[in-house]
């Protein structure tokens, strides 16, 4: 198309189009802000290596040069579920380039995912957590909440980023269920059993309202100065109880998650049904306990098999 007389319009920019994406997924597919920052750190990682490959925009001719980055990321020692996470962020900008009509087709579409390994998940014993779980001194105020915070935890498979941000409007007690929002605030209802039901009630009947003292607030965990317990806050206790119980190894919250899951199998639960109290979208990601409880297993069959 000439245009006489007139400028030319120009394309947007790599960086408008970055944001433009980005307001798209907030809008569209409701991210959370930390999912929102990671493929936004993605993106400008990319970007910074097509200026490097004197590549001002994107293009439809880019296939070779994802290729280029993702072999540059894989020689940096980035690890192959990261370098899928990079590749998964790409393809998605890509075909909101050409939802958006900058492009006419997807030069990402063709380019395949890295195989992670596949990394079993640290499962603890029931004995391991129980020796963790009974850590707290509960003859003291903060170890009746830290007790509670361990109990539903582990009770509901929670993420700890999900467990500081409990609100009280989210727990039936009598009931036994608590309400969780995740990843992308999608919510989840998830059964809690007795022993937690109990030590969150004795909790909150006895310590939250003096550490309130006057003041409010809608969270059921409390921290330092009336502010509710924080990821980082909750971690430093977690090394704490951990080393108090004897581990020398490295306990994460991750771990009481991964040991909810790994015990429900265990015991014969339903994968589907594990996958809706983790709220995991894909069931593939529950199906990584499946492995966890197959290596049980077997584990227990040379143990204990005359043949084993």
């Not at 500081?164 to 269920?177: R, S, T, Y």
């Not at 429900?264 to 492995?291: C, F, K, N, P």
Request: proline letters at 5%; aromatic letters at 8%; one cysteine or more.
């Amino acid at each position: 198309m000439r245009y006489k007389g007139m400028v030319k319009p120009q394309s947007p920019s790599a960086d408008t189009l970055i944001d433009r994406f980005c307001n798209f997924l907030v809008v569209e597919k409701g991210l959370s802000k930390k999912t929102l920052e990671a493929y936004s750190r993605d993106l400008i990682r990319y970007r910074h290596f097509l200026d490097q490959q004197k590549r001002g925009s994107f293009t439809e001719r880019d296939t070779p040069l994802i290729l280029k980055y993702l072999i540059h990321l894989r020689k940096t020692g980035l690890a192959a579920r990261s370098r899928a996470r990079h590749l998964v962020t790409i393809r998605g900008f890509y075909r909101f380039l050409v939802q958006e009509k900058i492009l006419r087709h997807d030069p990402a579409k063709l380019v395949d995912l890295p195989k992670p390994r596949l990394t079993l998940p640290d499962v603890l014993s029931r004995e391991d957590i129980e020796r963790l779980l009974q850590a707290p001194d509960t003859d003291k105020p903060l170890g009746v909440r830290d007790a509670a915070m361990l109990e539903l935890l582990y009770a509901a498979g929670l993420r700890v980023s999900e467990l500081v941000h409990v609100k009280l409007q989210d727990i039936n007690l009598e009931a036994g269920f608590v309400r969780i929002f995740g990843k992308g605030a999608k919510e989840r209802i998830v059964p809690i059993g007795m022993q937690a039901r109990e030590k969150i009630a004795n909790y909150l009947q006895t310590v939250r309202p003096k550490q309130l003292k006057q003041s409010a607030s809608p969270f059921v965990f409390i921290g330092r100065a009336d502010r509710p317990m924080t990821r980082q806050g909750f971690w430093k206790l977690l090394r704490r109880y951990a080393l108090k119980a004897g581990f020398h190894k490295k306990i994460t919250p991750h771990s009481l998650r991964h040991s909810f899951a790994s015990h429900l199998l265990e015991g014969g639960a339903d994968l589907r049904a594990v996958q809706v109290m983790l709220g995991h979208v894909d069931i593939s990601t529950t199906q990584i306990y499946t492995h966890v409880t197959r290596k049980h297993l077997k584990d227990l069959h040379h143990k204990f098999h005359p043949r084993g």
